[in-house]
């Protein structure tokens, strides 16, 4: 441990490492009183000074969008790709609130506009992807919120479809299977590669700044892990718990 912090403390005096920016990861849900996706972890990731605030989006069987993390919510047969979203909206969080539409997350998202929207839309059938892509745009476009917006994905397909709608859109892809050559061929923003497929190419990280792209990682919760992340000098961190990192980061 000692090593460790005389290694950042050199690296950041001769100025090699930048301070990444921390992502609360389905928003600040290990806070009192919060549950992951809810309107209160998007609240509660802006109250303590968050740079964004990660969400994951599904497309209903109704045509509708809605925010979760699971397909089949937990204790339940209830398919977010399937049910409606009246139905899903009967799905009680741990915190007491309904699972949020996308409107009514965007609504908050408004209303605090320190904090960027890191959008996650859920792998679907390509032709699902591309229907909650044009919906979710017209949407964010409404409000007012495309420019704090950065838009992620497992789906290639889905990033792509987001790049296509939105040319100047921040785009990151997630799975982690691509070099950093490629998604510059693609045209996307970066590379955002959980910390065990980073661990696997820390090269890819120096790859990725070379060719202009930018460098998150998720979901980063070991002290000494997010000390790793910032020696590789990643741009962005994406935590469960964005007090520690902080913490650290001071």
């Known amino acids: 441990m000692r090593i ?33 996706n809810s309107l209160m972890s998007w609240a509660k990731a802006d109250a303590v000074g968050c740079y964004g605030s990660e969400f994951d989006v599904w497309l209903t069987g109704d045509n509708r969008l809605v925010v979760n993390h699971d397909r089949v919510q937990k204790g339940t047969d209830i398919d977010m790709t399937k049910a409606s979203a009246r139905t899903i909206r009967k799905i009680i969080l741990p915190n007491g609130e309904p699972i949020p539409t996308l409107d009514a997350y965007l609504r908050l998202a408004k ?111 070991r002290e000494e892990d997010m000390r790793q992340c910032i020696a590789w000098g990643v741009d962005y961190i994406t935590t469960d718990y964005p007090e520690r990192l902080q913490a650290l980061l001071e």
């Open 4 to 36: 460790w912090i005389l290694a950042l403390t050199l690296l950041c005096a001769t100025g090699t490492v930048a301070q990444p920016k921390v992502i609360a990861h389905r928003g600040y849900w290990t806070a009192e009183g919060s549950a992951q």
């Open 111 to 221: 209303s605090t506009p320190d904090m960027r929207l890191i959008f996650e839309l859920k792998t679907h059938d390509f032709v699902r992807e591309d229907l909650a892509v044009r919906k979710s745009v017209r949407r964010l476009r409404r409000l007012g919120l495309l420019e704090r917006t950065d838009f992620i994905s497992f789906s290639l397909n889905a990033c792509l479809a987001f790049r296509k709608a939105v040319p100047e859109a921040r785009v990151y892809y997630l799975t982690g299977d691509l070099a950093p050559w490629s998604i510059k061929n693609l045209q996307l923003t970066g590379i955002d590669y959980s910390f065990a497929v980073l661990s696997q190419h820390p090269e890819w990280v120096k790859e990725a700044h070379d060719l202009g792209l930018e460098v998150n990682v998720w979901t980063v919760n």
